[in-house]
């Protein structure tokens, strides 16, 4: 294909007549960028153009243009990149206009970019948006967020198309018939760019929500369905204003989008959702499109083609007879024709033949023009023709839609009956299962009765009391005969009842019988509707009569019920002559049992004491192999804490404790024994831990002490020893005395707590209750911390205006989402603390726990009081800050005070967690929330910092060339200053947190643990 063709092709198409564009112009243009596989040519053509003084002219450049991205070579949205700059600022320059071209020009150029960028960012997007569902899915890369940006950027681009709709139709006059106007035409012709364009932005807009509704919560999309039910409005309202104008009617067939738009919030509407399609004619694309014949190179028919020269014949020139020819010579000497003068007429001849052969030619062609013309007037009558049976066919759908939806509720009305004798059949069966429940008890009465004179016959021994019990059950048998009595009465009125509904539901389906005769003659017209309707009705004739015959069915089943009520009344009667019979046998076998019973209680008394002689024999084996562990040498490396062994030696007086009241019950009651055998296990255990610890904490201490201790553990070994073998023997069970294990163990208690270290003064209530009471404390400094914040806010936005505004409320907006980080935090911990406490302390109690685990409990008690003063000392650096009078450092300081001060809590609270709790992973979660919510703080902080210092520019524009020499000495010297005050500040505060080190250790305790290790 010839360039300059093409280029003439871009001239003719885009010039300033205010005319639609020619379909066969656009097409070449179309035809050339596949042709040199880009638009270097196009762009050379239209870079000439005055496309910035001529509104008309960049109208139609726009709308060739996007023809050429639409349907183009896919070069050509590449190498239009390269003008996307240009076509900005002429979309800037013609947006100054308020209406005509200019406007609509400025929305079209921003239009266009936007599709360019989109297609860049989006390469698997053809330019025609002609995608299949797979093609869909691979281009979002099985990626959740690819979809939601995805979703975000065809929201922009339908928005950009809607523009242009909403502009094209504000500036034409609906009034008028602006569309069979050539200047209505010019403004319209682009719409059908723009309808394709939409029609598939809707459709993948559609399928993106439903695919990012079943990935995402509802909430998160909130927005994203918010957008698309404006869009969706816009342009069902455009689509349809479009489709009544006469212009587009020819050329395009434009859809119909639903009633109402997709619920995203239910995944099976996606079924219901129908992909709109825009149909174009194959042979419409313009009013004034012509038949043109395209060949390898398109032929330019607007140029006029130029009249056939006159037919200048032969013999017109020189004559047809040689006897007139005045150039004859031979003829006129009587001279012979020669060689040349033959093959001259000759010649002559067969130009005259070829001369007629192209006559009739032509008029053969012209004939077969005509013939060509007036098949294409057929054509257009018969696609005229075509186009009202249609409108008829679109017509009778509507009246064939109208009759569908009476037929709808015709079959809705059927439908309702059919549930109204669906309901009648439920009632019929909740009465017959009424009646199964009643013979249920009626049954569950018989056997009560029967175990009733199971027990008289058992626990009386008397004929007596077997008559009295007789007489009870006489009188059972007549209150049950009672009941019965009710239960008929009560299923007589639930039968008439029911005899009253049928006759309702008779006259009901009488009424209905009438109802669809009159809709059978009106629906006469539609022979498969009838059908439907009348096997509707013989469905609701089978049902009345599997209605009535289920009724039978009940009344038959409630006279059986009656006989059996009989039948079990008259085996009543032999039951309770039975009984007299069988109460004697049962009494023989209950002198049996008894006899039974008592040899069994002898085996069991054996056992129980056989079970106690095993504990106490297990017991005394524990205190043994205690005793014995204290005189092994590899004992000597154990050690333990004083705080423990008293632990321990409490627990084991507790246990002494219930040992005395469980020997006394089972003195008083020899059933006892499982508590008797369960508390001689755990004080075995108790007093053989006591031992072993004890002995543990002799390692650590002085010689004195040690021996003392030593000595103590030992006496209560043998004193246990002594005990236990009292309670072997049955005779001096009740003898056995504990007062000198007591006394042991106590004695033992003494000495533990003498060499508790002196950093646990408190009493172990009082070290349980303090930290309770440090987490609430440090909950309420949060939280009033979190009040303040929120106070300083409101008076920050009320007060302050402009950048300083904006600088607060970020600052104040990120300290609040920082305590409510720091008040997760501080929850998580509790909650690990509690499990902790749980799963640690065994049989002790919780402050037990705390006062044996005193270093990890200071721990806890410092963390958090250094939570709470962090969170109070920022408040007060954050309200400094907004009153303009303190320093942005300061709050950034005691921010990372606060983060190192919860590192510290978290420390402390998962030291003794397990790795697998839930509660730990929720406190570590809570930490990176802390840690992430500083950041924000140190963040806006130095943004607010930087905004507000940009705001102070520095002006030297009035000082002199010394002013400035001296002011720049004075910047060097206090540059110095500075440095060397950051290097002295910088030794200071590492002297300043050795020092705190120092102190921490000496508060906590850290050297004697050391020395006690050690």
Known sequence: MDLSKIAVSINKAINTQEVAVKEKHARTCILGTHHEKGAHTFWAAVNRLPLSSNAVLCWKFCHVFHKLLRDGHPNVIKDSMRNKADLADMSRMWGHLSEGY???????????????????????????????????????????????????????????????????????????SVSVTAAGQCRLAPLIQVILDCSHLYDYTVKLLFKLHSCLPADTLQGHRDRFQEQFKKLKSLFYRSSNLQYFKRLIQIPQLPENPPNFLRASALSEHISPVVVIPAESSSPESEHVVETEDLVDTDVPSLPAPPEVK??????????????????????RKDDKDRLIEQLTREIQALKEELESFRLESGRLCQALRGRVNELEAELAEQSHLRLQAAGESEFLKAELDDLRRAREDTEKEQRSLTEIERKAQANEQRYTKLKEKYTELVQSHADLLRKNAEVTRQMTVARAAQDEVEAVRREMQEKVKSAQEAADRQEREQVKQLQELQRELVSTQTDLDSLKTIMASSQQ????????LVALESEKAELVQTLSKVEAELAVQGEELQRVQSSLATERES???????????????????????????????????????????????????????????????ADYLASRCQASLDSMERLQSAREAFLADNTAVLELVRVVTQCGHLVGD??????????????????????????????????????????????????????ALEAILTTAEKLRPRGLELQQGELGDLVEQEMAATSAAVESAAARIEEMLNKSRAIDTGIKMEVNERILASCTELMQAIKELILSSKDLQRDIVESGRGAASMKEFYAKNSRWTEGLISASKAVGWGATVMVDAADMVVQGKGKFEELMVCSHEIAASTAQLVAASKVKADKDSANLHRLQQASRGVTQATAAVVASTKSGKSQIEDTETMDFSSMTLTQIKRQEMDAQVLVLELETRLQKERERLGELRKKHYELAGVAEGWGEEEEGTG
């Not at 809607?162 to 500036?171: D, I, K, Q, R, T």
């Not at 509707?529 to 509707?536: C, Y």
Request: one cysteine or more; aromatic letters at 6%.
């Open 579 to 641: 009984g007299v019979k069988t109460a004697e046998a049962l009494q023989n076998q209950l002198n049996e049992k008894e006899s039974r019973e008592q040899a069994l209680e002898s085996q069991l008394v054996a056992a129980r004491w056989s079970s106690l002689q095993g504990a106490v024999g297990e017991a005394k084996r524990i205190i043994q192999d205690s005793l014995s562990q204290i005189d092994d040498p590899a004992h000597i490396s154990c050690t333990s804490s």
């Open 314 to 335: 032969f013999d017109d020139l020189f004559g047809t007879s040689a006897a007139i020819d005045p150039f004859n010579f031979n003829s006129q000497n009587g001279m």
């Open 102 to 176: 200019g406007k609509l020009c400025s929305i079209y150029l921003k239009l266009l970019i936007t599709k360019m960028e989109f297609h860049i960012k989006n390469p698997r997007f053809p330019g025609n948006l002609q995608m299949s569902n797979r093609q869909l899915d691979e281009a979002g890369e099985n990626d959740v967020n690819n979809f939601f940006q995805l979703t975000v950027e065809m929201f922009d681009y339908l928005e950009c198309e809607l523009n242009l709709f909403l502009g094209v139709f504000n500036s034409l006059d609906m009034s008028r």
């Open 529 to 536: 509707s009838s059908e439907v309707l009348g096997t509707q």
């Open 690 to 743: 006591t031992i072993v610890q004890g002995s543990a904490t002799s390692h650590m201490v002085p010689v004195e002490q040690a021996d003392a201790l030593s000595e103590s553990v030992k006496t209560c070994g043998s004193e246990a020893l002594a005990l236990l073998g009292q309670m072997k023997q049955q005779d001096r069970l009740a003898a056995a005395d504990c007062s000198k294990l007591r006394a």
